[in-house]
């Protein structure tokens, strides 16, 4: 035996563990999740009763919040959001640019120390994409045909980028493979731009000197 529940005319179903009398009992109804459970499943929860107004004051309180932190009237929260975005987005502009003119001025220096047109040092840098940029910046400076770089980034482990222009003779990833092993990590295959990661900032110097013997030049100073 089951019971049958009709809620209006285009729903009639089988008891599911819904015991009122009247949909009225079960008052408002906010559904706040909906996903599948299985094949052809699919689960919907909602909360009833004084769930909802209660849901409707918590986020009525953190609207108010964010509007507060933002500087805003809460029926502006959207508006100041889009402004702060947008004030982001110009200030991260500015900050690729003014980097992009710092690793120009590094990468002559750089450059300039070059030994038979290969630079082999170690930089300080942010990213790996930091280090990946500022070898290819060196590379592109007349008189270089061949950099690896190396840094251990404010993230933590090892970067290393390799670059060479056409008609060196050399490998941009053969030139990193062993230093890539030696900090404990890996990398790209490429033969003009390779980068590496790894695990272990403390063995950096030595991989660069591996670095160095794989491009054939003697230490770098």
């Keep these: 035996m089951v019971r049958v529940l009709e809620a209006g005319r285009h729903s009639i179903e089988l008891c599911g563990g819904t ?5 009225g009992d079960i008052g408002p109804i906010k559904i706040v999740s909906e996903g599948s459970i299985g094949s052809n499943l699919r689960r919907i929860e909602a909360v009833t009763g004084t769930g909802p107004i209660d849901r409707l004051r918590e986020e009525e309180a953190r609207t108010a919040r964010a509007a507060e932190l933002l500087g805003v009237p809460p029926g502006e929260l959207v508006e100041g959001i889009q402004k702060r975005l ?3 987005g110009a200030a991260r ?10 690793a120009s001025a590094v990468a002559a220096e750089l450059a300039a120390a070059a030994v038979d ?4 040092a170690r930089v300080d840098a942010a990213t790996r994409d930091d280090v990946r940029d500022l070898a290819v910046a060196v590379r592109d400076r007349p008189g270089v045909r061949a950099v690896v770089l190396g840094a251990a980034p404010e993230g933590g482990g090892v970067a290393l980028a390799a670059a060479v222009t056409p008609g060196s003779g050399l490998h ?7 230093a890539a092993r ?3 990590g890996g ?10 990661g790894g695990k272990d900032p403390a063995r950096l110097d030595d991989a660069l000197e591996q670095a160095r013997h794989a491009a054939g030049v003697g230490v770098f100073s």
């Design 19 to 23: 015991h009122v009398k009247a949909t």
């Design 86 to 88: 947008d004030e982001l």
């Design 93 to 102: 502009a500015e900050i690729r640019a003014l980097r992009r003119r710092a």
């Design 117 to 120: 047109g290969v630079v082999v």
């Design 172 to 178: 941009a990833a053969e030139l990193i493979a062993e």
């Design 182 to 184: 030696t900090v404990k």
């Design 187 to 196: 990398g790209g295959k490429a033969a003009d731009l390779a980068v590496a």
